[in-house]
């Protein structure tokens, strides 16, 4: 495998013990790279200060000093240069700690050989990420806003982008987090394999495990063929596990054990096989009340949670609220084929008072449905609508009601939107309010022109 100018990469394998250094440095070297040695944690840092070293391999537990000690070495000194970390089975504690110091990824003993080609195969590549996404054309303009609260989540953004740990994504609804999690994924070296986002609460219980795992023929009434699940669909690529709170406790299990072994076997399937992915998760509740609780895993919680990454709420970046509505408001009027609206000053200033529960989502959809009121040219705060009536405040008077499916039409959106503004936009809680499925939800929000 070769680097730049085609000159192979060099890699430092790191172990005391010289049976798995040899085995490392045979695999290392049928793959075409260079390989060099340290016998412990005191030469790796003497080697690797004289620079040349592209890849790092170390085992945790060394005889004169901890693999930590030399992941840490790389990240303070600022050295460009991944680094992956080998476990003892069964101590995933280390492998946490590991990526939380800035390691890539890691692998448990015994290495399976298989896992340690493709680990090296993409960590040889990680220099390219940043750059090239920096290229491509308005990637960085994913995001609006100047304010710190924007600017704190899109430096790690970046800094995750080059790294495999698992990102845990914090937020309130419509702050962002999908939209992270594909920035990652797109500014990451996974960037051409697939993104396959879930929303964990959507899926029915008796489902989740060939949604997730796949299935062979005939594993069940009604398996007529072979399906591949979410993992297999993710495979080199990333898994956006939103609302990851609304996993069962049975399938949290199931998911941990995944993400360990890295290895799924389909419903019906004997053989596991092993899966490549990356995981990123996403929800609005506080997951580690949930722990608290009983209702979250405390396990799969600190496999997910390595590293966090909190979206700011609008709230929190009022300052940009004037540049995001116009980003939006720029978006909207392009779709529509007309030329973008003026925000008046009192609209303006009406919006950036303004509380927004569902936070940049919230936006869109006022702007949306002030681009179909207002006059064409200059946005009035009355075309906002920004105070919602309630159900209970919608007219009665039969003289006002009009035709019975618009007046139905009227009562069901309000009664949604004010589900959606009690659960701060979520739509798998507004549905439980509402007492409909989470497919009937989003049927009604479709047909309602509900964004
Ligand atoms: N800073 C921003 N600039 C421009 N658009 C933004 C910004 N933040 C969020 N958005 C937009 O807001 C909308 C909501 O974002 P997204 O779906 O990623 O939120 P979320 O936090 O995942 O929501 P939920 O919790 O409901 O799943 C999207 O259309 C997204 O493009």
Do not use: W
């Not at 680097?3 to 172990?15: C, E, I, M, T």
């Not at 005889?63 to 089975?89: E, F």
């Not at 946490?96 to 040889?124: C, H, I, M, N």
Request: with cysteine.
């Amino acid at each position: 495998m070769s680097k730049k100018n085609s000159k192979p990469a060099r890699v430092l394998v790191v172990d005391d013990e010289p049976h798995l250094r040899e085995l490392l440095e045979l695999t290392l070297l049928k793959m075409g790279l260079d390989v060099e040695l340290a016998d412990g944690v005191a030469a790796a840092v003497a080697r690797l200060d004289q620079g040349g070293i592209d890849l790092c391999l170390t085992d945790m537990r060394m005889q004169d000093g901890n693999g930590l000690d030399v992941v840490r070495h790389i990240d303070t000194q600022g050295y460009d240069i991944p680094v992956a970390v080998i476990t003892a089975y069964g101590s995933l504690d280390n492998a946490v700690e590991a990526l939380k110091a800035g390691a890539f990824d890691y692998l448990a003993k015994p290495v399976s050989l298989d896992q340690l080609r493709t680990l090296v195969r993409s960590a040889l590549n990680l220099d390219k990420p940043a750059s090239a996404a920096r290229a491509v054309p308005g990637t960085d303009k994913v995001f609006i806003g100047e304010s710190p609260a924007i600017r704190e989540a899109l430096a790690l953004i970046d800094k995750l982008a080059k790294s495999q740990a698992p990102v845990y994504i914090t937020g309130e609804s419509g702050s962002g987090k999908e939209r992270a999690a594909r920035l990652i994924h797109g500014q990451s070296l996974r960037a051409e394999q697939p993104f396959v986002p879930v929303n964990c609460g959507a899926i029915p219980e008796n489902l989740m495990e060939s949604e997730f795992f796949g299935y062979k023929k005939g594993a069940f009434t009604g398996a007529d063929g072979e399906r591949d699940g979410f993992f297999q669909a993710a495979d080199g690529g990333t898994l956006f596990l939103d609302e990851v709170a609304d996993l069962p406790l049975a399938m949290q299990v199931k998911l941990l054990r995944v993400i360990q072994e890295k290895k799924v076997r389909k419903i019906g399937e004997t053989r596991e096989e092993a899966v490549d992915v990356r995981i990123i998760c996403a929800t609005h509740q506080d997951l580690a009340k949930c722990v608290e609780e009983g209702r979250f895993r405390q396990d799969l919680y600190y496999r997910l949670n390595v590293i966090e990454l909190r979206m700011p709420s609008l709230r929190d970046m009022r300052d940009d609220i004037p540049v995001i509505a116009h980003g939006v408001l720029a978006r909207l009027a392009s779709q529509n084929g007309m030329d973008e609206p003026r925000l008046s000053p009192d609209a303006l200033a009406a919006l950036t008072a303004y509380d927004f529960a569902g936070n940049v989502r919230e936006l869109e959809n006022i702007l949306e449905r002030a681009l179909a009121l207002c006059d064409g040219r200059v946005i009035q705060p009355d075309d906002l609508q920004l105070k919602r009536m309630d159900a209970e405040e919608m007219p009665v008077d039969r003289g006002e009601i009009g035709l019975l499916q618009d007046y139905l039409d009227r009562v069901e959106k309000e009664a949604i939107l004010s589900a959606l503004d009690k659960t701060r936009f979520n739509r798998t809680q507004a549905a439980k309010l509402l007492g409909v499925t989470f497919r009937s939800l989003r049927y009604r929000m479709e047909r309602l022109g509900i964004n």
